[in-house]
C-alpha cells in the first residue's frame, strides 16, 4: 500500500511541478479541437408523413388489385429518391444555387441522396426525413431549406402516382397496339399461305392435323359401329330362336279369316302405303312384305282349309326379325363406307407425307397466330378499362398526416458533447504529456524511489528552504497557472454560451 501511495505521489509531484507543459499542452489541444469541432456545420432535419389510401371496390372488380397498388407504391417509393427526382429538388430548392457544372450536379445529387430517406413505418404510412447542412447557409436558412426539400420530396411523390401511372399505361397501351399491328399483319400473311395451299391441294382443306383428327374420328366411329353390329346380329339370333319355337298358325273359329283372306289383306295394305310414297327401304313396307311372303307360304300350305289362321305372335316376331336385320344391313353399309373412308385417309398420309406435314405447320402457325392475336386483343381491351378506372376514379388516394416540420434545433452534430469531449481531451493530453516527460527525465520524488533505484540506503532528505522573494515568485507563478486554467474553462464556458445562443435564434 505504501509503494502505490510513493508511485501515485511521485505521479502528481512529477505532473505539478511541469504543470505549464501540461497547460500549454491542454490549451493547444482544446483550441484544436474546438476550431475543428466550429467547423463542422449543423445538420437539420425535417420530417413528413404521408398516409396512402389502397382500397377501391372499383378498382378491385377490374382487376387493380392491393397487391398491384402496393407494388405501384413500392416501386414509387424506390424511384423517388432517384438521380433525376433528386436534381428536380436541387433545382428548385437553394441547393441549386452552388451548381455551375454537371460535376457540380453529380455531387449535389450524390450528396442529397445520402441526406433523404423514404420509409415505410407502418402499412399505409410512409415517412420521408430530409437532412440539410450547407455551411454556406445559416442556421435559419439550413432548417428552412431542409423543410422545402421534404416539401417538394411530398409533391414529386403525388406528381409520380397521378402522372406517372397514367403516363405508363399509356405507354402500355402503345406498346399493344404495335404488337397487334404487327400480329394482325403476320396473322393476314398466314392466312394466304393457307388459302394458296388449300387452293393448290384441294384434299388437303382441313390441313394436316385436322386430316389426323378425322382419321382417329373415324376410327373411333368404326369402333362403335362394330359394337353395334355385333348388338345387331346377337338380337337377329335371338329372334330366330323365338321364330323356331313359335307356331305359325293356330286353331280358329267359324268367324275367323283364311290364310288367302290375310293375304289379300296384307297385299292390300302394301299397295296403300307405295300410293302413299313409301319405298321398299321404309321400315313398315320391309316388315309388311315379310309377313306377305310369311302369309303366302301358309296358304300355300293350307290348301284352302278354312281350319286355321294366323298366329299374331309369330307374325310380331318377323316384323321384329325384319327391323333387325334391316338395322344389320344399315350397320353394315355405314361400316363400309368408314373403312373405304379410313382406307384414303391412311392412304393420304401413307403417299405424301410431306404434304401432310406441309398442310400440319401451315395450320398450326396458323393457329398460333390466331390465338395470340385473340390474347392481345383481350389485354388491349382490359388495360384501357383499367386505364379509364384510373383516370376517373383514381384508386390510390394521398392525405399528408404530418406536413414537414421546422426544425428548432440541428439533429447533428451534438455540439455540447464534442465541447466537453474536447476539453476533457486536452486536459488529458497535458497531464499526460508533462507525466511523460518526468517518465523520461532520472528525477526521485521521494526518498524511497531513490532508495530502490540506487539499492543503497538513504540516511535522509534536506527540506527546501525558499527566501521571501522566491516565495513571492512562486505564488504569482501559481496564481498565474490557475488563471491561465481558469481561462481555458472560462472560453469552454463561452463556447457553450454561443452553441446555446445561435440554436435559440434558430427557434
Given at each position: 500500500m505504501n509503494g502505490l501511495y510513493d508511485e501515485v505521489l511521485s505521479a502528481l509531484h512529477s505532473v505539478w511541478n511541469r504543470r505549464w507543459l501540461a497547460l500549454a499542452v491542454a490549451w493547444g489541444v482544446c483550441l484544436l479541437g474546438w476550431l475543428v469541432v466550429a467547423l463542422i456545420p449543423n445538420s437539420y432535419e425535417s420530417k413528413a408523413r404521408i398516409f396512402v389510401q389502397l382500397d377501391d371496390a372499383l378498382a378491385e372488380q377490374v382487376g387493380i388489385g392491393v397487391a398491384d397498388k402496393k407494388r405501384d407504391i413500392e416501386r414509387i417509393r424506390q424511384t423517388l429518391t432517384s438521380a433525376v427526382n433528386l436534381e428536380k429538388v436541387i433545382r428548385s430548392t437553394k441547393l441549386g444555387d452552388s451548381v455551375s457544372s454537371p460535376k457540380d450536379m453529380e455531387g449535389a445529387v450524390a450528396a442529397l441522396g445520402k441526406a433523404v430517406k423514404v420509409a415505410s413505418t407502418e402499412e399505409n404510412i410512409f415517412e420521408i426525413t430530409a437532412k440539410a447542412s450547407d455551411g454556406s447557409l445559416s442556421e435559419a436558412e439550413n432548417a428552412k431549406l431542409a423543410q422545402e426539400i421534404a416539401q417538394k420530396m411530398i409533391d414529386i411523390f403525388r406528381e409520380e402516382n397521378l402522372s406517372g401511372g397514367r403516363g405508363e399505361m399509356t405507354e402500355t397501351l402503345q406498346f399493344v397496339n404495335g404488337q397487334l399491328q404487327q400480329r394482325e399483319k403476320e396473322l393476314e400473311s398466314?392466312?394466304?399461305?393457307?388459302?394458296?395451299?388449300?387452293?393448290?391441294?384441294?384434299?388437303?382443306?382441313?390441313?394436316?392435323?385436322?386430316?389426323?383428327?378425322?382419321?382417329?374420328?373415324?376410327?373411333?366411329?368404326?369402333?362403335?359401329?362394330?359394337?353395334?353390329?355385333?348388338?345387331?346380329?346377337?338380337?337377329?339370333?335371338?329372334?330366330?330362336?323365338?321364330?323356331?319355337?313359335?307356331?305359325?298358325?293356330?286353331?280358329?273359329?267359324?268367324?275367323?279369316?283364311?290364310?288367302?283372306?290375310?293375304?289379300?289383306?296384307?297385299?292390300?295394305?302394301?299397295?296403300?302405303?307405295?300410293?302413299?310414297?313409301?319405298?321398299?327401304?321404309?321400315?313398315?313396307?320391309?316388315?309388311?312384305?315379310?309377313?306377305?311372303?310369311?302369309?303366302?307360304?301358309?296358304?300355300?300350305?293350307?290348301?284352302?282349309?278354312?281350319?286355321?289362321?294366323?298366329?299374331?305372335?309369330?307374325?310380331?316376331?318377323?316384323?321384329?326379325?325384319?327391323?333387325?336385320e334391316a338395322s344389320v344391313q344399315s350397320l353394315t353399309a355405314r361400316r363400309t363406307t368408314i373403312q373405304a373412308e379410313i382406307a384414303q385417309l391412311t392412304a393420304r398420309q401413307i403417299n405424301d407425307p410431306e404434304m401432310a406435314a406441309e398442310a400440319q405447320r401451315i395450320t398450326r402457325d396458323y393457329d398460333v397466330l390466331r390465338q395470340q392475336y385473340d390474347k392481345l386483343l383481350q389485354d388491349r381491351e382490359e388495360l384501357r378499362l383499367r386505364g379509364e378506372v384510373k383516370t376517373e376514379r383514381?384508386?390510390?388516394?394521398?392525405?399528408?398526416?404530418?406536413?414537414?416540420?421546422?426544425?428548432?434545433?440541428?439533429?447533428?452534430?451534438?455540439?455540447?458533447?464534442?465541447?466537453?469531449?474536447?476539453?476533457?481531451?486536452?486536459?488529458?493530453?497535458?497531464?499526460?504529456?508533462?507525466?511523460?516527460?518526468?517518465?523520461?527525465?532520472?528525477?526521485?520524488?521521494?526518498?524511497?524511489?531513490?532508495?530502490?533505484?540506487?539499492?543503497?540506503?538513504?540516511?535522509?532528505?534536506?527540506?527546501?528552504?525558499?527566501?521571501?522573494?522566491?516565495?513571492?515568485?512562486?505564488?504569482?507563478?501559481?496564481?498565474?497557472?490557475?488563471?491561465?486554467?481558469?481561462?481555458l474553462g472560462g472560453l469552454f464556458a463561452l463556447l457553450m454560451a454561443v452553441e446555446f445562443v445561435q440554436r435559440g435564434m434558430v427557434a
Open positions: 398466314a392466312e394466304q399461305r393457307r388459302l394458296a395451299f388449300e387452293a393448290k391441294n384441294p384434299d388437303m382443306v382441313a390441313g394436316g392435323a385436322a386430316g389426323l383428327q378425322r382419321l382417329e374420328a373415324a376410327r373411333a366411329e368404326l369402333r362403335g359401329i362394330d359394337a353395334d353390329l355385333a348388338g345387331a346380329q346377337s338380337a337377329v339370333a335371338a329372334i330366330n330362336g323365338q321364330l323356331a319355337g313359335t307356331p305359325a298358325t293356330i286353331a280358329g273359329g267359324p268367324g275367323t279369316s283364311s290364310p288367302k283372306s290375310s293375304l289379300a289383306q296384307a297385299t292390300s295394305d302394301l299397295a296403300q302405303m307405295r300410293a302413299r310414297g313409301l319405298t321398299d327401304n321404309h321400315p313398315d313396307v320391309i316388315a309388311l312384305k315379310s309377313q306377305i311372303a310369311m302369309l303366302r307360304t301358309v296358304a300355300q300350305g293350307d290348301g284352302g282349309n278354312a281350319g286355321g289362321v294366323p298366329n299374331p305372335a309369330y307374325s310380331s316376331l318377323q316384323s321384329i326379325k325384319a327391323d333387325r383514381e384508386a390510390v388516394k394521398f392525405q399528408v398526416v404530418d406536413p414537414p416540420t421546422t426544425p428548432r434545433a440541428p439533429v447533428a452534430p451534438n455540439r455540447p458533447l464534442l465541447l466537453v469531449g474536447v476539453l476533457v481531451l486536452g486536459l488529458g493530453a497535458g497531464v499526460g504529456a508533462a507525466f511523460a516527460l518526468g517518465q523520461l527525465r532520472t528525477t526521485f520524488a521521494t526518498t524511497g524511489k531513490l532508495e530502490s533505484a540506487t539499492g543503497l540506503p538513504v540516511l535522509g532528505s534536506i527540506s527546501r528552504t525558499l527566501t521571501e522573494a522566491a516565495q513571492a515568485a512562486r505564488l504569482r507563478q501559481r496564481k498565474l497557472f490557475f488563471a491561465g486554467l481558469g481561462a
